[in-house]
């Protein structure tokens, strides 16, 4: 075995750690090398949204010692930057197995060094963190969740005192603190509880509040109360505040898909707690189809994504992607606002460079200034706060299933997503149609964008080292067509630099560096590859977009799209 894995291996074993972890430890060693050396061959990355892993003993796990470490080295990166003024974080969790003592590993030792700690009582989403920072006023804030990824893992967001994820330079100087600690003994583990006050309803009753504002038609909810609502929480933090919210916007016909209304961080009716998954959806699909249900809601363990379920124009349900929700949502308030008088000339919307360009044109026709960012939302709260004072933001959001309303939270955020949904479905059915029949407008007007999106895993120690030879394979050797179309354009986000490859010039992308690569066909469709910063995965999107004369050639112009991304996939040797 390696000697590097040998030596931490023994640090874990005689070094000042529990006997229940050093216990763990020689059970490892009595199996297979293989599973001894994954706990131990590297350290686990401290990324620029902190720490996703595998719960167990080791290096390269999400334990108390990983935890404890990566939270001493935010600590000091915060009395750095605050020096001697007051520091205050707040700490929220899901559901997820240990994430309650994570959260509370967190807290003490954040307390340990000084800092004020606002823990909250129980499990929350973590929309309601990035709230409480900004309201508490707050330097910044973590959340113990590995968001949707299976039940074997755990993580740690790490949030700033806008109340979204760590930027720069804050990012890579807190992994430089976080890389710094080499060893427990340098972490200060307990001596601070004075320093730590528990936060529970008051605090939920402020986001329910600011939640409620956001709604522009409470006339047509009243109208429409009884719209027939399905929601599950997925067995994850939604039901502590979906059904109040729900509550309060004035719906009165609201069905809990009970069978995952527990929390629970083992996640029994599912494999993967993931509301972009049918499987995950399907116990709620089924209760709607079951109710004749007009919509049908799913938010993941820490509620920062949403998922929909309508039924189409035969009247089938569907579950909507993550590009049809964020076109929906988008060109609702944007004309939502026109329609009430609350629009400004400065308002503007963001999106990523991911995301359907179909809302490009609903708000250029709107003459609304539409921005690209980065995939994370962290970039869209870093934009909203360059460009405070000077343009109003109102939506925010991405392909994956993401959304994030006005700027009281600078993060994705499901709860107030579903509100507006639920909004959504109540307006057009006070139109006498369905969500699904304004989609089919909306692409009768600007345009029909059809997306895909497929995730490549590669796990194991080779795993990071075959997505990286993938990628360096695609910008040493761009294709020069794909699908029998040209590619006239290569966007290199990593370079930071654009190529025309027919004509030969190049530009400047003024974006921060991304690993993404972008090909842009000359027929105008789109792909996207660009390795997950949280999972051993690589991600290829496909965008590829037609002219609909009318509502009643969807179906088969919609046929024609699904086989051009196939073709694209095949032809790419993807699948």
Not at 166 to 180: G, R
Request: charge should be negative; aromatic fraction near 8%.
């Amino acid at each position: 075995m390696d000697i590097q894995i040998v030596e931490k291996v023994n640090v874990w074993l005689h070094g000042n750690y529990d006997e229940t972890t050093k216990d763990e430890v020689k059970r490892l060693q009595g199996g297979t090398s293989d599973e001894l050396a994954e706990a131990f061959y590297r350290n686990l990355e401290f990324g620029t949204g902190g720490l996703r892993g595998i719960m167990g003993v080791g290096t390269n796990r999400m334990n108390k010692y990983t935890v404890g470490m990566a939270t001493q080295g935010f600590a000091n990166y915060l009395k750095k930057v605050y020096g001697e003024a007051e520091i205050k974080v707040a700490i929220a969790h899901d559901c997820r197995n240990n994430s309650r003592f994570f959260a509370e590993t967190v807290a003490n030792v954040f307390a340990a060094n000084g800092i004020k700690v606002y823990l909250f009582e129980e499990l929350r989403p973590t929309p309601e963190l990035s709230f409480t920072i900004r309201r508490l006023g707050c330097q910044g804030g973590v959340v113990c969740t590995a968001s949707h990824n299976p039940k074997e893992y755990n993580g740690y967001k790490a949030y700033w005192n806008d109340g979204g994820q760590l930027v720069p330079p804050h990012d890579k100087n807190v992994i430089a603190e976080v890389e710094a600690i080499t060893g427990i003994d340098e972490v200060l583990w307990s001596g601070g509880e004075k320093n730590i006050s528990m936060l529970g309803k008051g605090m939920d009753e402020a986001y329910i509040d600011m939640v409620k504002s956001l709604s522009v038609y409470p006339e047509v909810i009243e109208q429409q109360k009884d719209l027939k609502i399905v929601y599950t929480s997925i067995h994850g933090t939604g039901i502590t505040l979906v059904p109040q919210v729900l509550e309060r916007f004035g719906f009165t016909n609201v069905t809990i898909v009970e069978e995952q209304a527990t929390p629970d961080g083992n996640f029994p009716t599912v494999v993967y707690p993931n509301p972009e998954e049918s499987e995950a959806m399907s116990i709620g699909l089924r209760k709607a189809k079951e109710l004749d249900a007009d919509i049908l809601l799913g938010t993941d363990p820490d509620s920062d994504r949403v998922g929909i379920g309508i039924k189409d124009i035969n009247g089938n349900w569907i579950l909507m992607n993550g590009n049809q929700t964020a076109v929906l949502a988008f060109n609702y308030v944007i004309e939502a606002r026109k329609t009430k008088g609350i629009a400004q000339p400065n308002d503007m919307v963001v999106k990523t460079i991911v995301t359907t360009e179909m809302i490009d044109k609903i708000a250029a026709t709107n003459g609304v200034n539409c921005y690209s960012v980065l995939t994370g939302f962290k970039w869209i709260a870093e934009l909203i706060k360059e460009k405070e004072g000077v343009e109003n933001y109102t939506v925010g959001g991405e392909e994956s299933y993401g959304l994030m309303i006005g700027d009281k939270v600078r993060d994705k955020d499901a709860i107030s997503a579903v509100a507006l949904l639920c909004e959504m479905a109540a307006f057009e059915k006070n139109k006498g149609r369905s969500l699904y029949e304004k989609l089919i407008d909306l692409y009768a007007q600007y345009g029909f964008y059809k997306e895909n999106l497929i995730s490549i895993t590669k796990k194991g120690m080779r795993g990071q080292d075959e997505i990286a030879e993938m990628m360096q394979g695609y910008r040493e050797n761009p294709p020069a067509t794909i699908n029998g179309s040209a590619v006239v354009r290569l966007l290199d986000y990593q370079t930071q630099v654009g190529k025309n490859l027919q004509e030969g010039n190049v530009w400047d992308i003024k974006l921060p560096k991304s690993n993404v690569l972008q090909f842009v066909l000359e027929d105008g469709s789109k792909i996207s590859a660009r390795p997950s910063g949280t999972e051993p995965k690589i991600k290829f999107y496909f965008s590829v977009n037609t002219t609909l004369a009318s509502a009643d050639k969807f179906e088969e112009a919609e046929r024609i799209l699904d086989e051009k991304i196939k073709a694209i996939i095949t032809d790419m040797k993807l699948k």
